[in-house]
């Protein structure tokens, strides 16, 4: 009868362990869930990072998207997606841009910097082998819009030609959809930075 007692206590001590487990799985799931539907519904995606185009061509501001992708794949290191999701959540919409520790903000954009060039490797091979090609330098910054007017929430790689933030025009240009009016303030918040806070951008040459 002791042999049984034991090998019933046993079984219920590993059970009650085994319901914990499936409760907490189960907690932890429904959380999860709960977080999903609550960045659906704000539209809000601070794990995921866009690298947008931006540009002024004949008098219309085009912004284009040249690429998407999950922020742990960009910055490859926990931390690092920690502290840029950290400090966009505290962008507003008098300053969209993502204001990163002057000792870190290289390390960032230069995950951002390694997915654009090797989205534009062409060209650079196509320069060594002598082949003609087109440059130009852009600048690069992260930036969190949350005006009322952006349709989804994400930290966005803004790119913009250098030659193009330096002598941003004092109106706003037509846009392609009112809702883009809110990305002629962060370029404007852009032009501003460029002159006082230098260490948020990221200059580079890419070649077509």
Known sequence: MGLLDDVGTALKDHGAKILL?????????????????RKWARREFLDRL????NTIEHGWLRLRTLLE?????????QTAVRMV???????????????LPADDAWFVLNGVLNEISEKFADGLLRRDMGLPVTGCRYLM????????????RKVRAML????????????????????????????QAMA????????LFQELELLA
Request: aromatic share 6%; net charge positive.
């Open 192 to 199: 501003r930075a460029w002159g006082t806070r230098k260490h």
């Open 69 to 77: 992708k999950d922020a742990h794949e960009v910055f490859l290191n």
């Open 21 to 37: 487990s499936v409760a907490g799985l189960a907690a932890g799931a429904l959380w999860g869930r709960w977080r999903a539907r």
């Open 141 to 152: 910054c992260l930036t969190f819009e949350v005006a009322g007017s952006v349709r989804t």
């Open 50 to 53: 866009n690298v947008s185009l």
């Open 85 to 99: 999701q950290e400090v966009a959540a505290r962008c507003t919409e008098a300053d969209p841009l993502l204001d």
């Open 160 to 187: 913009v030609r250098k030659d193009v933030l330096e002598a941003l025009p004092a109106e706003c240009p037509a846009l392609e959809s009112p809702n883009h009016v809110t990305r002629w303030s962060t370029l």
